[in-house]
Structures are given as structure tokens and as C-alpha cells.
């Protein structure tokens, strides 16, 4: 298909559909017509609810039965320990009473895996950027036994309401909440060993979810928050402790968001590396993508699409930065 040819195509699908031109000439360059027509499709769909057994409050094996008999329908999520799909049938996930106690999230399975791949442990230092409403923050503090630290940065103010709420419901005592910029971080008093920067981004993934955001944002807004993301990732990279990890994470399926701004800070710091994940989940990053070679690591990334995982699309990418050499 000619260039010629792909802006006609995309054109005709972006005004049968309700797409942005643009949006869909990038998706016919990502991945050809056919799986461009399974993601527009797909996108159609509803996802499906998940949730994370809080294991800080109560056990898998006491509460799948109570939810089970309040007519909850639960599928195990296979890589995830406490991530469950759950069909509340005539309920909503968040009025039963397991969930206003703090026994369970509800949470997207893509959100869930990006903890994982942190694989925050008792004991770490974790910094978790961008933190509200607390999905991530309650999670890693699970993951932690309630042992080591987390700091959960926000800087809206309103949305550190809802944080702090789920902090408390979910019982992570081991949490400490800051209102700051995670663009400026220098003046933070310790260094994290792990980082989790679930970075503010165009929201390109979560069109099953919101279908506005096919015409709700622009090419100049996806360049904003690329900028902005590179920003963020500068800093989370410049405290984080040598030889500790990272996992950076969006809810776009933008390359320019996600493969291109870590290409860029791995040009910048050549002692950060791209970590392979060794769960079975998603499909791999780009290297190329619209012909433009990037890192080779970069395949070691992780992507979650609709029309091949039937989740909202996301991004996540684990890294490494290299212990200091003895002199």
C-alpha cells in the first residue's frame, strides 16, 4: 500500500468507525488492514471486570467462596497470584461488602501485571510515581507483606483523596503519601531500589472503555505527553539506586509514548538496561516501528492489545540500572 493509498484507506475507516485520520494511518502502518479491522473491532467489545484478592485483609481461599456465593462468577487470571476475572452478574464490583472492607480491588489485569513484573518484595524501598487513585500503590504494598517502604507520589490534589482512601481500606500501613512532581525528584531523602512510573499519557488504549478517546486527543497531545513522560522517566532513572529496577508503564498504544521515549533515555544511560520479562502474558514491544530502527531490547517489552488479549491496550517495560563498577 502506498502512502498515497494508506491516507485514502485510513481516511474511509476513520469516518465509518468515528476514528481520528491520524489514529488509524498509524494503526494501517503499525500492523497492516486486517489486524487494524480486528482492533477497531475489538474495541467494540467490553472488557471484562477483574479483580486482585487484597491478601493484606484476607486469603484467596476465604473469600473466592463468599463472592461465589453473593452470585460472583471468578476465572483465575493465569500469571497473576491474586488476579481474578470476575462476572458480578446483577451486582456492581464496588457495593458488595468484601470490596467496601478492602478484601478486593477492582482492578484491570494489565494494571495487576505491571506490579508483578516490579516484583516488589519486604524490605524494598518502592516508589511509586503518578500513584492515584492507589490500584498499584495497594498492590505493591500487598506484594511487600506490609514490610519496607512505599512512597506514593501525586501531585493532583483531589485525586490524593481517593489515594489515601484506598490506602486505608486496603490496610497498607507500610505507605507514606507525598504531593510532588514526579519530574523533580532530587530533593527526595532516600533512594528507591524499585520504581513503578505508570506515567500520565494520551489514554490510547483505553478506548473499550472510553470510546470519546478516539477523537478526544490529537497528534500534538500525544507529542505533550511523550515529552512529559520523558521528563518523568529522566528523573525516576536519575534516584533510582544502582543496580535497582524499574517498570515503566502506560495505558497508550502509542509507540511515541512508550518505544520512542525509551529509546531515548536509554541513548541517554547506557548504565540503564531493558529487563526480559519472563511471564507469559501480552505480546512483544516494537523495534521498528513505521520503520524506524530503535534498540533491539526494546522487543523485550510487553504490550497488551484488544484484539489480541481482550484487555484495553497498555504498555510495560522492566529495566535495570547497572551496578556501580569497584574502582
Not at 488509524?24 to 488492514?33: P, Q
Request: glycine share 6%; net charge negative.
Amino acid at each position: 500500500m502506498t502512502k498515497k493509498e494508506l491516507r485514502q484507506r485510513a481516511k474511509e475507516l476513520a469516518k465509518e468507525h468515528g476514528y481520528l485520520q491520524y489514529m488509524i494511518e498509524r494503526y494501517l502502518s503499525l500492523w497492516g488492514e486486517e489486524d487494524t479491522l480486528r482492533f477497531i473491532k475489538a474495541c467494540e467489545q467490553p472488557i471484562r471486570t477483574a479483580i486482585r484478592v487484597n491478601t493484606l485483609k484476607m486469603s484467596v481461599d476465604l473469600l473466592i467462596p463468599r463472592l461465589q456465593e453473593k452470585g460472583v462468577t471468578l476465572e483465575t487470571v493465569p500469571w497473576l497470584n491474586d488476579g481474578f476475572y470476575a462476572d458480578f452478574n446483577e451486582s456492581s464490583p464496588g457495593a458488595l461488602l468484601e470490596h467496601m472492607l478492602g478484601f478486593y480491588y477492582v482492578q484491570g489485569v494489565p494494571s495487576m501485571t505491571a506490579v508483578s513484573v516490579l516484583n516488589p518484595e519486604p524490605g524494598d524501598t518502592v516508589l511509586d510515581l503518578a500513584a492515584a487513585p492507589g490500584g498499584k500503590t495497594t498492590h505493591i504494598a500487598q506484594m511487600m507483606e506490609n514490610e519496607g517502604l512505599v512512597i506514593a507520589l501525586e501531585q493532583d490534589r483531589q485525586r490524593m483523596t481517593s489515594l489515601r482512601s484506598n490506602i486505608i481500606r486496603c490496610g497498607a500501613t507500610n505507605t507514606m503519601v507525598i504531593r510532588g512532581d514526579a519530574r523533580k525528584l532530587d530533593d527526595l531523602p532516600f533512594q528507591p531500589n524499585k520504581i513503578l512510573l505508570d506515567a500520565p499519557c494520551s489514554g490510547e488504549g483505553l478506548i473499550p472503555l472510553d470510546p470519546t478517546r478516539k477523537t478526544s486527543k490529537t497528534m500534538a497531545d500525544v507529542r505533550f505527553c511523550a515529552t512529559r513522560e520523558d521528563e518523568m522517566l529522566e528523573a525516576a532513572v536519575n534516584i533510582l539506586a544502582m543496580g535497582g529496577t524499574m517498570v515503566y508503564s502506560t495505558c497508550s498504544i502509542a509507540p511515541e509514548e512508550n518505544e520512542y521515549v525509551l529509546d531515548d533515555i536509554l541513548k541517554r544511560h547506557p548504565e540503564m538496561s531493558v529487563v526480559e520479562i519472563s511471564a507469559e502474558f501480552g505480546s512483544s514491544g516494537y523495534s521498528e516501528p513505521y520503520g524506524i530502527r530503535l534498540n533491539e531490547s526494546l522487543k523485550n517489552a510487553r504490550r497488551f492489545l484488544p484484539h489480541l488479549h481482550k484487555t484495553e491496550g497498555f504498555f510495560i517495560c522492566k529495566m535495570r540500572k547497572k551496578e556501580r563498577s569497584a574502582q
